[in-house]
């Protein structure tokens, strides 16, 4: 296990290294400058020349990177070029937000996603299964954008039962945790209702029913474990989708999260800002995947890790 | 009706039935409408009898089991007519509730397969305390001392430290023993066991079935034992129902069904069983078969101009198993630990042994699918898996017949296309001669050219298993690797493989390395017998030798354990199984102690030592 563990920690740095070369490399090729950005339209070519030598962006892209690499072992992100701030502060102020959403969405998307795929598994054919099947379609399809706005108009213009937006109180979470989890919940639905339907064909369960055991034990305790566990590797995925659905939905419910922050950096071109978000989502996957791998053996005990 | 806590005589508890079953129709829902899957079936179950019900696949042996328990695969699979009264009660008329009350705890089921059987995520104790709590009110406390108890009387060792378990940590006879000891830990009245040993290997075949029997003696349980095979039935039944495609074909007490069959599906049924001894009697007839061919002896072509076919020294296989940080190898399964042998061209040479003792990778090994250590050679040419030119060309010497055909055949592909479809790899023929030689091929294994556009599941298991043996023929191969090619097959359709097989060989004058756990078939078809356990030949000689002059205890284990289709045959007391079999993994740089074979006389090969 502690072997496992240290394997892994290797192999997810190993990832973030690659992932902070490509992201950089990606910026570097970039044809917008962000000198130009920063410096404003009417600066003569000579405060270009200064910045640019200043924020040591003259340099040659092995340079750049070796410097870059050389302040993120020490923990440190850079400072941002446009907030004169350090990116780790401004990550940090943020980071709780943008946490508490991805809590709030998943708890979401898993009560709706499992409850609808279970319920979907056992009406198979009927009725109930098609008009799940049919929601969840729907809600894999829709764009962000819509069901948030949808969510706004409903909820909070005309029922006014949540605030329209903003970030302090659990009624602010409601509405942006929930169109996060209408999308997820379409794609777990899914899964759910597959792998529900083949555990109920398994001879263990065909078993439980032979003891005589009622239906909700037989569900509950038998097939459910079973059928949980591929979802399961499917959350630590997920996170990584999420990074990119938060963008939108910050922006749209005036979020204060990491989300909003990459966004204002893309539009100015502050790498240091752009790598910083970049190295936290992944960051973010990492640790979801191996959250997800290290929680599967206490459900399935033939899983050993090793 | 009144439960009895304590076993009864047997006596006094033979008289009247437990369970009747009267004009029972089961049907399933197509969209050609209701099709009958078991029509019209009436039986009586007497208290502490063991009723049979034998019958290939397809029979509706399965099916009247579910009926009974209330478990039919709804919605498309129901009952259509007919009673089926446990005591005085129609257990048709009481519907789920009723029915979830009755089952487990008045009839309790165990199945075929014990490995999927058992929930993979609850523990043995979980799974078992549940199935008694479910029908009798009592603390954990209680529950867990019942479950101790019923482990305790299906024999397991260390039955409390059992209930901590997993079942993957389990092996398959062990599950097996778990699932009875669940079916049975509520004394219910009436057992109902489908194909329960079919899964196992033989020696623990034989050891579920003493117990099965030791159990109903102390409990007074009925048994409805439902099997395909004939020996389980001789050994086990008083009385015996022959079904056929849903309907009852015969029925009688097990002595008089075996001495005269009445029904001609039941004579058929008799005659299709391998049976232990009979092997000598058929091996004249092929010798004089021989001889009026004018065929060369088998043992005579080896002799002189060519060598064996197949050539074994030494042969390991060793399967990593890694660990620490870095991922180094720490331990390895030795799956064949040293095998030497030969196949002589035109010989049938059998590899008989219980799962897991390697017999299978020995097949993969001689066509390069797994890595091997030490040397095979293949007409005279080594086996190098590094060579990818020399091993194609070697694998046109050396074909497969796996276990089950559907999974050999891809379903989407012509079976015409799919045996012409080796000649197309290794480039012979053209269109035209491969389409040509693909039904001569058919023709040869008894189907007809026409069928050679159809596709796989157009064809029954038998006729797959044809189209599987024609393939492995394409090729004009020296050997043939049947590993266990007729084991899924229904017994009729096995035997009819099994000649076919013969045939064949006759003709092409292809080798055989027949690879099987069923004692009695390579009894009937081996010319020489290899035993192998664990990875290792403790035994090997002519058929004659091996099975008229069994030297090794395991040898003699495994022919003891076979059941014999014959009631009146009593075997000795088997001596029990001294716990399970080891593990073939070693950690690394160690290996299995390696045995010593000794010629006792004319090949006759005998492991020293144990």
């Known amino acids: 296990?502690?072997?496992?563990?240290?394997?892994?920690?290797?192999?997810?740095?190993?990832?973030?290294?690659?992932?902070?070369?490509?992201?950089?490399?990606?910026?570097?090729?970039?044809?917008?400058?962000?000198?130009?950005?920063?410096?404003?339209?009417?600066?003569?070519?000579?405060?270009?020349?200064?910045?640019?030598?200043?924020?040591?962006?003259?340099?040659?892209?092995?340079?750049?990177?070796?410097?870059?690499?050389?302040?993120?072992?020490?923990?440190?992100?850079?400072?941002?070029?446009?907030?004169?701030?350090?990116?780790?502060?401004?990550?940090?102020?943020?980071?709780?937000?943008?946490?508490?959403?991805?809590?709030?969405?998943?708890?979401?998307?898993?009560?709706?996603?499992?409850?609808?795929?279970?319920?979907?598994?056992?009406?198979?054919?009927?009725?109930?299964?098609?008009?799940?099947?049919?929601?969840?379609?729907?809600?894999?399809?829709?764009?962000?954008?819509?069901?948030?706005?949808?969510?706004?108009?409903?909820?909070?213009?005309?029922?006014g039962w949540f605030p329209i937006g903003g970030y302090g109180t659990f009624a602010h979470l409601v509405l942006p945790a929930l169109t996060l989890g209408i999308l997820g919940s379409g794609w777990y639905s899914r899964m759910m209702r597959s792998a529900m339907i083949d555990v109920l064909r398994t001879d263990y369960i065909r078993t439980a029913r032979a003891k005589g055991l009622g239906r909700a034990r037989v569900i509950l305790r038998h097939a459910l474990p079973n059928a949980v566990l591929p979802v399961i590797a499917m959350i630590g995925i997920d996170i990584g989708i999420f990074m990119g659905g938060i963008v939108v939905v910050e922006s749209v419910f005036g979020w204060p999260g990491i989300g909003q922050l990459a966004w204002q950096g893309i539009q100015r071109i502050d790498i240091p800002i752009i790598m910083g978000v970049t190295l936290v989502s992944a960051c973010a996957i990492v640790i979801g995947n191996l959250l997800a791998d290290l929680v599967t053996p206490f459900i399935d005990p033939r899983i050993r890790l090793r | 009706m009144t439960r009895s806590g304590a076993a009864p005589a047997p006596e006094i508890a033979k008289a009247g039935p437990v369970l009747s079953v009267t004009g029972l129709e089961v049907s399933v829902n197509t969209e050609a409408g209701l099709h009958p899957l078991v029509t019209d079936l009436s039986f009586t179950l007497m208290r502490g009898e063991t009723l049979a019900i034998a019958g290939e696949s397809g029979s509706g042996k399965s099916i009247t089991a579910l009926a009974i328990m209330g478990l039919l695969p709804p919605p498309a699979v129901r009952l259509t007519a007919g009673t089926i009264r446990l005591g005085t009660r129609d257990l048709t008329r009481l519907g789920e509730a009723g029915m979830r009350a009755i089952r487990g705890d008045r009839i309790a089921m165990i199945f075929q397969e014990p490995m999927t059987s058992l929930n993979p995520v609850l523990t043995i104790g979980t799974q078992l305390i549940e199935a008694i709590r479910a029908h009798q009110p009592m603390s954990r406390a209680r529950a867990r001392a019942r479950a101790v108890e019923a482990l305790g009387a299906v024999r397991l060792s260390e039955p409390a430290r059992r209930l901590g378990q997993y079942p993957h940590e389990l092996s398959g006879g062990m599950r097996q023993r778990v699932m009875i000891a669940m079916a049975l830990a509520l004394r219910p009245e009436v057992l109902i066991a489908d194909e329960p040993t079919t899964a196992l290997d033989v020696t623990v075949q034989r050891e579920v079935l003493d117990l099965l029997r030791d159990l109903q003696r102390d409990l007074g349980t009925a048994i409805i034992l439902i099997t395909h095979d004939m020996g389980v039935v001789a050994e086990m039944a008083d009385r015996v129902i022959v079904m056929q495609s849903g309907r009852m074909v015969e029925e009688g007490p097990t002595p008089a069904i075996f001495a005269q069959p009445r029904a001609a599906y039941t004579r058929a049924l008799l005659a299709a069983v391998p049976r232990m001894g009979a092997g000598a009697a058929r091996a004249a007839v092929d010798l004089t078969r021989n001889r009026?061919?004018?065929?060369?002896?088998?043992?005579?072509?080896?002799?002189?101009?060519?060598?064996?076919?197949?050539?074994?020294?030494?042969?390991?296989?060793?399967?990593?198993?890694?660990?620490?940080?870095?991922?180094?190898?720490?331990?390895?399964?030795?799956?064949?630990?040293?095998?030497?042998?030969?196949?002589?061209?035109?010989?049938?040479?059998?590899?008989?042994?219980?799962?897991?003792?390697?017999?299978?990778?020995?097949?993969?090994?001689?066509?390069?699918?797994?890595?091997?250590?030490?040397?095979?050679?293949?007409?005279?040419?080594?086996?190098?898996?590094?060579?990818?030119?020399?091993?194609?060309?070697?694998?046109?010497?050396?074909?497969?017949?796996?276990?089950?055909?559907?999974?050999?055949?891809?379903?989407?592909?012509?079976?015409?296309?799919?045996?012409?479809?080796?000649?197309?790899?290794?480039?012979?023929?053209?269109?035209?001669?491969?389409?040509?030689?693909?039904?001569?091929?058919?023709?040869?294994?008894?189907?007809?050219?026409?069928?050679?556009?159809?596709?796989?599941?157009?064809?029954?298991?038998?006729?797959?298993?044809?189209?599987?043996?024609?393939?492995?023929?394409?090729?004009?191969?020296?050997?043939?690797?049947?590993?266990?090619?007729?084991?899924?097959?229904?017994?009729?359709?096995?035997?009819?493989?099994?000649?076919?097989?013969a045939v064949l060989k006759r003709d092409f004058g292809v080798a055989y390395l027949f690879i099987s756990h069923d004692m009695a078939v390579v009894e009937n078809i081996a010319d020489r017998v290899a035993v192998m356990y664990l990875g290792q030949i403790v035994e090997a000689g002519s058929r004659e030798q091996v099975f008229g002059d069994p030297r090794h205890p395991y040898t003699q284990r495994l022919i003891a354990a076979v059941p014999v289709p014959d009631p009146g045959h009593r075997r000795p007391p088997a001596p029990r199984l001294a716990g399970e079999v080891p593990s073939p993994v070693h950690p690394r740089g160690r290996g299995p102690a390696r045995r010593v074979l000794h010629d006792i006389g004319h090949g006759h090969l005998v492991a020293e030592g144990d």
Do not use: W
């Not at chain 1, 446009?82 to 508490?100: D, F, S």
């Not at chain 1, 379609?137 to 948030?148: H, K, L, M």
């Open chain 1, 1 to 159: 296990m502690a072997a496992y563990l240290v394997r892994r920690l290797i192999q997810s740095a190993l990832i973030l290294l690659g992932v902070s070369f490509i992201t950089f490399l990606l910026l570097f090729v970039l044809p917008a400058d962000p000198v130009r950005q920063i410096a404003g339209r009417s600066a003569t070519p000579q405060t270009v020349a200064n910045i640019r030598e200043q924020l040591g962006l003259d340099q040659p892209f092995v340079v750049q990177y070796a410097r870059y690499l050389g302040g993120l072992v020490q923990g440190d992100l850079g400072r941002s070029y446009l907030q004169k701030t350090e990116v780790a502060t401004l990550i940090a102020a943020r980071l709780p937000a943008t946490l508490l959403l991805m809590a709030g969405a998943i708890l979401c998307e898993l009560v709706l996603g499992l409850t609808m795929g279970v319920i979907a598994a056992l009406r198979r054919g009927r009725i109930a299964d098609q008009a799940l099947m049919m929601t969840s379609f729907i809600a894999v399809s829709a764009p962000q954008f819509v069901v948030s706005l949808l969510l706004l108009y409903v909820f909070a213009v005309r029922l």
């Open chain 2, 292 to 501: 009026v061919l004018g065929r060369p002896d088998p043992a005579r072509l080896h002799g002189d101009d060519a060598g064996p076919v197949a050539r074994l020294e030494d042969v390991r296989v060793r399967f990593d198993l890694k660990g620490g940080v870095f991922g180094r190898v720490t331990h390895g399964v030795h799956a064949v630990a040293g095998v030497s042998l030969a196949i002589r061209r035109g010989e049938t040479f059998a590899l008989v042994g219980e799962s897991g003792c390697g017999k299978s990778t020995i097949a993969r090994a001689m066509v390069g699918l797994v890595p091997h250590q030490g040397l095979i050679e293949i007409a005279g040419q080594r086996l190098a898996t590094n060579d990818a030119a020399a091993l194609k060309a070697l694998r046109r010497r050396v074909q497969i017949v796996f276990q089950d055909p559907m999974a050999a055949l891809d379903p989407r592909m012509r079976v015409g296309e799919q045996i012409a479809e080796p000649m197309v790899i290794h480039g012979i023929g053209d269109g035209d001669a491969r389409r040509a030689r693909a039904a001569d091929l058919m023709a040869r294994v008894g189907l007809s050219a026409d069928q050679a556009e159809r596709y796989p599941h157009e064809f029954s298991g038998g006729q797959r298993q044809r189209i599987c043996i024609a393939r492995a023929l394409a090729l004009q191969p020296d050997l043939i690797i049947a590993d266990e090619s007729v084991s899924a097959l229904d017994v009729s359709v096995q035997a009819r493989v099994l000649d076919l097989l």
